[in-house]
């Protein structure tokens, strides 16, 4: 499994950006798909996460402002930001969990004030 996470960029506070994550192999083997963040000097943090099934979970902190979605039939989700604020600034990283733990590169997302 690979995964291939795209849309990060440089946005002023209260813009939007798009991240994508496309999945390509052996991708019957992910249950759960997720988006990290991780900040310069800080921990890597969950973001949000959906299940095959659709099921997803957001963080509080973001909630009103993300969406996690994800296109089945494009084997890919996507992280809809909105409102972004400068504290949001970080590399985003997708995951992909199931018999395996798989992680895309990630792409950096800058919001400036």
């Known amino acids: 499994v690979q995964l291939q996470a795209s849309g990060g960029g440089s946005v002023q506070a209260g813009g939007s950006l798009r991240l994508s994550c496309a999945a390509t192999?052996?991708?019957?083997?992910?249950?759960?798909m997720a988006w990290y963040r991780q900040a310069p000097g800080k921990q890597r943090e969950l973001v949000a996460m959906i299940t095959v099934g659709g099921t997803a979970n957001i963080i509080d902190s973001v909630k009103d402002r993300f969406t996690i979605s994800r296109d089945n039939a494009k084997n890919t989700v996507y992280l809809q930001m909105n409102s972004l604020k400068p504290e949001d600034t970080a590399v985003y990283y997708c995951?992909?969990?199931?018999?395996?733990?798989?992680w895309g590169q990630g792409t950096q997302v800058t919001v400036s004030s």
């Open positions: 192999g052996s991708i019957g083997n992910i249950n759960v």
């Open positions: 995951r992909g969990r199931g018999s395996g733990d798989y």
